[in-house]
């Protein structure tokens, strides 16, 4: 293990006693969910498969990226994978400039083309990049949980996003201002080279999310999407509507509730009052299209890439 800084005097650091379904609502209900995707009715149980043949799964691949250890770095008692893999005395260096606050779901942490105040590095929180166009449709072009950071435009020298950053499951980030966060990058070389690692397994990402909205099925999507949430989350329930899926895949909800009742009735998830569980994950994954196992390479290969860093 190495040193900790759970005792350490940073503002507002500490682990909340609550679970994640603990800490979401369930605003809005979808009802039965043993067999069938219909409002109004009783929920139904599901044994959730744990796993997973691809050795570069979404889950491992996050996973590894949760868990190395390398000295000399410092334990947040968080999960945010850029923060835990600094060198002791960059973190020191940022230690009073970090304070964790908690995002909830549906909570617009930016607005599109408006000034970033401050970079946020997630621990179990999960936030999408959004993209809407002028008739009102949207389309998520990125996701990021505690392997990345969200802000990653001043990195790039920008200041604002063309994109809004959407919270979709509730969690903490420890948040830095944007001010504090620019002149880091003056002196701090150690976080620019793990920020220009992950800047460029974003982009890769954000890439291939792009052409499967174009060239993939909403079942293929939406089975992508289900899985990567269900690693997210730890592989338990998350909090999903229908509304939340039609928004960040770019769908009508029609099209949602036909291709999530095709899923439920093979048995691959269960729903229930907003509530998701990935029952055969397996299964799930041979119905997703190749994006998921590509997505989940360049989380592995960004593994690699950062450990030679977090030695230095």
């Not at 998520?140 to 994109?163: C, K, Q, Y």
């Not at 830095?176 to 150690?190: H, I, K, P, W, Y």
């Not at 060239?215 to 989350?233: C, E, M, N, P, V």
């Amino acid at each position: 293990m190495h040193q900790g800084v759970a005792g350490s005097n940073v503002r507002g650091i500490h682990r909340s006693p609550q679970s994640r379904s603990q800490r979401e609502s369930t605003s809005g209900t979808f009802g039965r969910c043993g067999t069938r995707w219909h409002r109004n009715g009783e929920c139904g149980a599901g044994h959730i498969d744990s796993g997973w043949p691809d050795r570069h799964t979404g889950r491992k691949a996050i996973a590894k990226l949760s868990k190395r250890r390398a000295a000399p770095r410092i334990d947040l008692g968080a999960e945010n994978v850029i923060l835990s893999s600094l060198p002791l005395d960059d973190y020191k260096r940022l230690l009073p400039k970090l304070e964790r606050v908690k995002l909830t779901r549906g909570h617009l942490v930016y607005r599109a083309h408006r000034k970033i105040e401050a970079v946020y590095f997630p621990e179990d929180a999960v936030v999408t990049m959004v993209d809407a166009l002028n008739d009102q449709r949207t389309v998520e072009v990125g996701t990021i949980g505690r392997e990345g950071m969200v802000g990653i435009n001043i990195f790039l020298a920008g200041a604002a996003s063309p994109d809004q950053a959407i919270v979709q499951l509730s969690g903490t980030a420890i948040r830095m201002s944007a001010q504090d966060f620019r002149r880091e990058l003056t002196v701090g070389a150690a976080l620019q080279r793990l920020l220009l690692a992950y800047a460029r397994a974003l982009l890769a990402v954000i890439s291939q999310s792009v052409a499967c909205s174009q060239h993939h099925t909403i079942q293929q999507r939406l089975a992508r999407w289900l899985l990567t949430f269900r690693d997210y989350s730890g592989g338990g329930e998350f909090m999903m509507l229908q509304s939340s899926m039609a928004a960040m895949l770019g769908a009508r909800r029609e099209g949602i509730t036909e291709a999530a009742h095709k899923l439920q009735t093979a048995s691959l998830i269960s729903y229930c009052r907003g509530r998701i569980r990935v029952l055969d994950g397996p299964g799930l994954g041979r119905k997703s299209c190749e994006c998921y196992r590509f997505i989940a390479r360049q989380y592995a290969a960004l593994n690699l890439a950062l450990k030679p860093i977090a030695r230095a």
